[in-house]
């Protein structure tokens, strides 16, 4: 389900900005411009790897990708929008450096949720490139397949769980040839997939076999085909832009009542701050918690605080009882007669 996306406009010279934890934003002389349907799913930010990225990312305030990419799916997550396809469900739960239990793709566990199905999706997040026209990262490879093999006793559901990949950096036609792939890969047979991209080339393209082979190339030798197919059909590469930030922050207005961007902008803030501060622990957030959380600082309107409503029921239906029991008592009074 395609959700429109917002920019912030420039502002003009002399018009005040705002600065919030590091992120610049514009006064309330910016407009927030409405885009059309870029066609690509709206999701959260862009991550580092825990080796060859630097301790900062870009941006302000000392946060780093990977903080703004689960600040992303929390946004996400109060909006009840759907970070991968309708069909998975939306985010329950967000757990934050999962390889203390078993997992391999460990900087973020998205639990997924429609009605009683759920989805666990396991994502790795780099800012640098780590899918070319000649395939994914070597090491990318090896831990999308040790996750798959359950190697470190992740429990992997392969009928179900996925596998997912954000980058910083990937051109277009590498991603739009990967997509392609991948609901190639999600709406057929493994079989057929894996004669397909093996045969004479007619059905299928050179950067297409590309990829796929290069997903075959574990350190364990040449997996599979046709158990590379499958693999294929769980993993999903998504892409963060630093430039999406504005997106948020509209995103993040919907949410707060009055849908004032300086207030979606002090929302962005604290939920990036939040998982700062929630990462380094292991830490986890659920909607009820998130909520918990921001409610004393923010008033969701999505999410309306009903505590002071349902305290003045409380003391109205107490009110009646004690009517009730006092008129009972009158009515049923011993009376004394002359």
Not at 72 to 79: D, I, N, P, S, V
Not at 140 to 155: I, P, T
Not at 284 to 298: A, E, S, T
Request: charged share 25%; aromatic share 8%.
């Amino acid at each position: 389900m395609a959700s429109l996306l917002y920019k912030l406009e420039t502002p003009e010279a002399g018009n005040d900005s705002l600065h919030l934890a590091g992120f610049r934003i514009a006064s309330r002389k910016t407009q927030v411009k409405k885009l059309s349907g870029t066609g690509q799913r709206s999701i959260l930010a862009a991550v580092m790897s825990k080796e060859s990225a630097p301790t900062k990312a870009t941006g302000g305030g000392g946060y780093t990708f990977a903080d703004k990419v689960a600040g992303g799916f929390l946004a996400q997550m109060l909006k009840r929008r759907f970070p991968l396809e309708p069909d998975l469900g939306v985010i329950a739960e967000l757990h934050f450096e999962t390889r203390d239990i078993g997992h391999v793709l460990d900087d973020l566990m998205l639990v997924l949720k429609r009605g009683l199905d759920v989805t666990n999706c396991f994502v790795s997040v780099k800012s640098n490139r780590q899918l070319t026209k000649e395939g994914f990262n070597k090491e990318f490879v090896q831990d999308a397949w040790n996750e798959w093999k359950g190697s470190s006793g992740s429990g992997f559901d392969r009928s179900k769980d996925i596998l997912g990949l954000i980058v910083g950096q990937i051109d277009d036609p590498t991603l739009q040839e990967w997509q392609t792939l991948q609901k190639q890969a999600s709406s057929t047979t493994p079989e057929r997939l894996s004669a397909r991209l093996q045969g004479d080339g007619k059905s299928s393209n050179k950067i297409q076999r590309a990829i796929f082979d290069g997903l075959r190339q574990s350190a364990d030798g040449e997996m599979d085909a046709v158990e590379t197919a499958r693999l294929a059909a769980r993993v999903r590469v998504l892409r963060f832009s630093d430039a999406n930030e504005g997106d948020f922050i509209s995103s993040c207005a919907e949410i707060v009542r009055g849908g004032r961007v300086e207030d979606g902008a002090k929302l962005w803030a604290r939920l990036v701050q939040l998982v700062s501060e929630n990462r380094a622990t292991g830490g986890y957030f659920g909607l009820p918690k998130l909520i918990h959380v921001l409610r004393p600082d923010f008033d969701l309107q999505d999410h309306p605080d009903l505590r002071a409503d349902a305290s003045k029921l409380d003391v109205v239906f107490l009110g009646k009882h004690q009517w009730r029991s006092r008129r009972d008592r009158h009515h049923h009074s011993p009376r004394s007669f002359g």
